[in-house]
């Protein structure tokens, strides 16, 4: 996949842990202290993980891999809630460079094109964006905080992956333009029209408020949703 990368696959893979603590009546454990939870995450190269309900000084290290975290602020009733977290292997660390931090609940990292053998540098958010019931609050919209962050990075000539727990039920609706063309009105010679891509979703519960913001973040960047496309989830499970 990356000519720079021993000719492997970098794996890349995302998982919504609801907390790093395992609550089972009154035992509290540390899903970071379990092998078969780590053997999971060991298999991919960069893992990002949401919901991870961390502190700054909670043990969620993972050996062998640096981490990269994003920690709220301890709610009022002395609990975390939320929360990222994005774990590189310690082999692959110095290929990977992580941004500033604007916001609660997003980590961006940067894949420099020279490193890596590509033909663009490549942008990799990690993203949690609570359901709409919840009661926590930022200043930043996060959905528009999103596409800002997209189209600043798409403009220095990046390419964008984004991944994560948007809470976002999008049913089957289209996560591109309708109709797009410009066999009618005078367009830049730089405008690609949005073409048709069929996407399977196997999630029927109707399209919610999030659902919305996030389909048009991805009408207006061009990214493109990856499930019930691509192999790994072809059916949109």
């Not at 990368?5 to 089972?24: A, D, M, P, Q, V």
């Not at 000539?157 to 039920?169: E, L, P, Q, T």
């Amino acid at each position: 996949m990356f000519s720079t990368f021993t000719n492997s696959h970098l794996r890349i893979s995302s998982w919504n842990i609801h907390g790093h603590i395992h609550r089972l009546a009154a035992n509290r454990d540390n899903k970071f202290n379990n092998p078969d939870f780590l053997e999971l995450l060991c298999n991919s190269h960069i893992v990002g993980l949401s919901e991870t309900h961390a502190g700054p000084y909670d043990d969620i290290d993972i050996p062998g891999y640096v981490i990269f975290k994003n920690c709220r602020e301890i709610s009022r009733n002395d609990r975390f809630f939320g929360g990222v977290a994005v774990y590189v292997r310690e082999s692959l660390a110095h290929m990977v460079t992580p941004l500033k931090i604007t916001r609660p609940d997003i980590i961006w990292l940067k894949l420099d094109k020279g490193k890596w053998g590509l033909d663009f540098d490549l942008y990799l958010a990690t993203v949690y964006i609570p359901p709409e019931s919840s009661s926590f609050s930022s200043d930043l919209d996060p959905f528009a905080s999103l596409l800002n962050d997209i189209t600043k990075f798409t403009m220095l000539g990046g390419k964008c992956m984004i991944m994560g727990d948007f809470n976002a039920y999008t049913n089957t609706a289209p996560d591109f333009a309708l109709c797009d063309d410009d066999m009618h009105i005078p367009l830049p010679t730089s405008y690609v029209p949005d073409c048709h891509l069929v996407r399977r979703n196997r999630d029927r519960r109707p399209l919610n408020r999030n659902g919305k913001e996030f389909l048009g973040v991805c009408i207006s960047s061009g990214c493109r949703i990856v499930n019930g496309r691509k192999l790994g989830d072809s059916s949109g499970q």
